[in-house]
């Protein structure tokens, strides 16, 4: 059994994402034993074109779009979710290198475009401007796929003024990783921390952290012209869609057991068959229900001229609220799932803390994804 999806043509992404699940699916425990994704994984995920996928075509990339993306990483997710966030990650920071300037641009992609950037934005470095450019010191936490990166961008506040930043691309040669990632869910994506001492970073290789929180109304690409936002939260929650189906086409083999062989009506000290039936439908249809909202946060975020303040408000609400749906299914999943749901060598339990670690991303919190939308809304 398995919850119902959308029947569109194959991309040249999804096809390859399809091969990238089963390479994922096969290593997924030993990613989640050494705490960061196995070579063959991060092999795969640079072979389907994930790195390559924003980046623009004058540069060798794909110029791909969001939907194709969104459902690539539900793809994946599905046999691990590990694997789909950092795909997402390699994409997503892709888009954010494609605002370098023209020479920065060249050098990161200098070798190609399937070079992996990642990093972080929280702003938490401290930048001072040099005759050469700029001296960046700051430790980063959480930086996914770190262990396996060409580059990585960093926010830092530039002058001592938290309302002015920077992002600056940083090469792997040049910081320091700790290997500080220990948490239950999420384990294979190697979330380290990263420390930058003093390195002085040039002039092409940074931009105002501005042009990626607005957008650039004038941008060449049309990924370039969608305000953070409106596109943020959707490449947290595509991996998170993809564990819960993950979990779904798991318990729903358990659930069909029991809807077939237990009495349609309550009698004993378990469960009836309606009990299963229910809870099968209900989380099918949540199931269903987020991947609506997630297509249409990207067809949003990927719209001509791109997406308005409302709908970029809108984008971040249904992101969280999708992420909340995803959370209350697995958990539903989970609690009826019997002690072998519990079992470490049941897929359920790590989709089950994947999913539950997925959603507490800040990018995908309800309540200032809420009021940004209410202000918006209701006109103030």
Same mark, same amino acid.
């Given at each position: ?88 990650? =390699?994409? #997503? @920071? ?5 605002? /370098?300037?023209? $020479?920065?641009? +060249?050098?990161?992609?200098?070798? !190609? ?117 409106? =596109?943020? #939260? @959707? ?5 998170? /869609?993809?564990? $819960?189906?993950? +979990?779904?086409?798991?318990?729903? !083999? ?127």
């Amino acid at each position: 059994m398995t919850a119902g999806k959308r029947g569109t043509a194959p991309t040249a992404l999804a096809e390859a994402a399809e091969q990238v699940a089963r390479v994922a699916g096969e290593h997924a425990a030993a990613s989640e034993r050494t705490r960061t994704l196995h070579p063959a994984v991060v092999d795969a995920i640079r072979g389907a074109g994930f790195a390559r996928h924003f980046v623009p075509t004058g540069y060798g990339g794909t110029g791909g779009g969001v939907l194709d993306l969104t459902r690539a990483l539900v793809t994946v997710g599905e046999q691990c979710a590990a694997a789909s966030w950092s795909a997402s990650i =390699v994409a #997503g @920071l892709s888009r954010m290198t494609g605002f /370098l300037p023209e $020479a920065g641009r +060249a050098r990161v992609w200098q070798d !190609g475009p399937d070079a992996l950037v990642v990093g972080s934005l929280a702003p938490v470095g401290r930048a001072v401007p040099t005759g050469d450019g700029w001296q960046l010191s700051g430790t980063w936490p959480s930086i996914s796929v770190v262990d396996h990166c060409d580059w990585a961008l960093f926010r830092a506040v530039v002058g001592g003024d938290p309302k002015h930043t920077r992002v600056f691309a940083v090469p792997r040669a040049d910081f320091l990783v700790k290997d500080t990632w220990t948490t239950i869910g999420m384990c294979g994506t190697g979330s380290n921390t990263v420390v930058v001492d003093e390195v002085l970073v040039p002039e092409e290789l940074t931009f105002p952290a501005d042009d990626l929180l607005n957008g650039r109304p004038d941008a060449d690409q049309p990924y370039h012209r969608i305000p953070l936002q409106g =596109v943020n #939260g @959707l490449l947290f929650a595509a991996p998170a /869609l993809g564990a $819960a189906r993950g +979990a779904y086409a798991h318990w729903s !083999g358990y659930a069909g057991e029991k809807i077939r062989s237990l009495p349609a009506k309550p009698g004993g000290s378990g469960p009836s068959r309606t009990h299963y039936a229910t809870t099968l439908a209900r989380c099918a249809g949540e199931l269903d229900t987020v991947e609506l909202l997630l297509e249409r946060v990207a067809r949003t975020a990927e719209q001509a001229g791109g997406p308005g303040p409302l709908e970029v408000a809108r984008n971040s609400r249904d992101c969280a609220l999708a992420s909340e749906l995803l959370v209350t299914a697995v958990n539903r999943m989970f609690g009826n799932a019997g002690t072998s749901g519990q079992s470490t060598t049941s897929p359920l339990q790590r989709f089950w803390r994947d999913v539950n670690s997925a959603v507490t991303h800040v990018g995908l919190q309800f309540e200032p994804a809420a009021l940004g939308y209410a202000a918006l809304a209701a006109g103030q």
